[in-house]
Structure formats: structure tokens, C-alpha cells
């Protein structure tokens, strides 16, 4: 028997350096998936959850939403967008937070979060609608219960939450101006909101920093049976001049 007959022979030992690279590439397609899903969430789509009323009926509590954070960096804001921000300090005090979790669900949040797929930090945010843009006179309210915006009144019934009978788009007050780099919000369900007209005593006036913003909310994605898009009712603002 030749020297090739007996090495064709003999049984052939199964090496494990298949398995090693397949498992190899099915780490980096983790790994690559991770990163991907990161960026998307930090510069593009990110999701959070409705803790509270403030927005019924255009937003429920536990609905989650998408929120376009890539956009708005372009074309700025409108009147009517609704956005999630991030608590410019004194909005969320004595709000319950969340209870604590075993630390092996709190690691895991941590890092669905960090991926997109979670949103524990929606506790630290709130959404509300945009009403008032920077160099805006917002005014609560005319003879009709119409917020004004540069002496222009605005008709938010389409979308407020209101009590049956009444039509006033705030049962509170108010006159400001917006400084630069900031926005008023107001919720859809105002007698249930603590917007900006509950925070003017705070040093920022009711006013939210632009940079506080996170994005524009866009798409309500759970439950299924609420799944749609988030309407800005842009229509509502068109008579508003700019500011001066």
C-alpha cells in the first residue's frame, strides 16, 4: 500500500476551527448590528414610551412613539410639532420615578436602552406641543378662549383635550415672549398638563432650551391598534405672522 492510499484511509478528525470562525462571524454581525442600532438611535430614530395624560387623546399613557431626531437639525422646528425633551430642570420634581429593578434587569434595560430598543430614560423626558417659536408673543387668551401668537389667534380645538362645554384653550393665563433659543409647550390635555405655563416661576421662565429637545415625535408605534402617524395640525398656525 503506497504512502497516499494509507493517508486516504485513515478517518479524518473533525477540526473545530469551522465552528470557531462561524461563531467568530456571528459576533462581529452582533457587534456591527450593535453599533449600527447605537448611531441610528443617537442621530436619527429614537423610541420612548407616554408615562403620563398630558397629551390625551393624541397620545395615551404606555403608547410608544418614534421620535425623528435627524430632521429637525435641518428644518428646525414648527408650531404644532410635538417633541419629547429632555427636563430643563424643576419640570419632573416629585414625579414617581420608576421603582428599582434586580440588577439583572436593570443591566439588561441598560443595554436595550443603549441600542434603541428599550427606553428607560422616558421618565427623564416629557413631550408636549409646540405653540410658541423664539421672538413669539404668546397671549391666554382672547375673548373666545383662543391662545393669540403675534396678535393672531389659533384654533387648537381639532386637537384639545378639553371638558365637555368648555373652549377655553387655557383656564390659566398668561402673556410671555419666547427668548432665542427656546420654545413654549403646551399639552393637548391642558387641564391635566403641567407645561409651561406651570413653570414660569422657575429661573428659565417656562421656556424649553433648544438643545433640551431631543427630536420630533412622528409615529406612534404600540399598542398595534393605536399604531399611526402623530399629526403636528400644522393647519392650526398658518394665519400666525412671524415673529418681528
Known amino acids: 500500500m503506497t504512502s497516499d492510499s494509507a493517508a486516504a484511509s485513515r ?5 473545530p476551527r469551522g465552528l470557531l470562525i462561524f461563531l467568530r462571524d456571528v459576533l462581529v454581525i452582533i457587534v456591527i448590528a450593535a453599533v449600527v442600532s447605537f448611531l441610528v438611535k443617537t442621530f436619527v430614530v429614537r ?3 407616554i408615562p403620563s395624560a398630558s397629551m390625551e387623546r393624541t397620545l395615551m399613557v404606555k403608547d410608544r412613539i418614534l421620535v425623528d431626531e435627524l430632521t429637525p437639525r435641518w428644518t428646525s422646528y414648527e408650531r404644532g410639532d410635538v417633541v419629547v425633551f429632555k427636563d430643563p430642570g424643576g419640570w419632573l420634581d416629585g414625579v414617581p420615578q420608576t421603582p428599582a429593578q434586580p440588577p439583572l434587569v436593570e443591566a439588561v434595560d441598560w443595554v436595550l ?3 434603541g430598543i428599550s427606553a428607560t430614560d422616558s421618565q427623564d423626558h ?3 406641543r409646540v405653540i410658541g417659536l423664539p421672538g413669539d408673543h404668546v397671549v391666554c387668551c382672547n375673548a373666545l378662549g383662543q391662545i393669540t401668537i403675534n396678535d393672531a389667534p389659533i384654533d387648537e380645538l381639532e386637537y384639545l383635550n378639553l371638558p365637555d362645554g368648555d373652549t377655553a384653550a387655557s383656564n390659566e393665563a398668561f402673556d410671555v415672549t419666547v427668548p432665542d433659543g427656546s420654545l413654549w409647550l403646551l399639552g393637548d390635555n391642558r387641564d391635566r398638563s403641567r407645561d ?10 417656562g421656556f424649553v432650551p433648544l438643545d433640551n429637545v431631543v427630536g ?17 395640525h400644522h393647519d392650526s398656525f398658518n394665519g400666525v405672522p412671524d415673529a418681528e
Open 196 to 205: 409651561s405655563r406651570a413653570h414660569q416661576e422657575l429661573p428659565s421662565g
Open 126 to 128: 416629557l413631550v408636549k
Open 11 to 15: 478517518p479524518r478528525t473533525r477540526r
Open 47 to 49: 423610541s420612548f414610551y
Open 216 to 232: 420630533r415625535a412622528f409615529l406612534t408605534t404600540w399598542p398595534l391598534d393605536r399604531l399611526g402617524t402623530i399629526d403636528g
Open 113 to 115: 436602552n443603549v441600542i
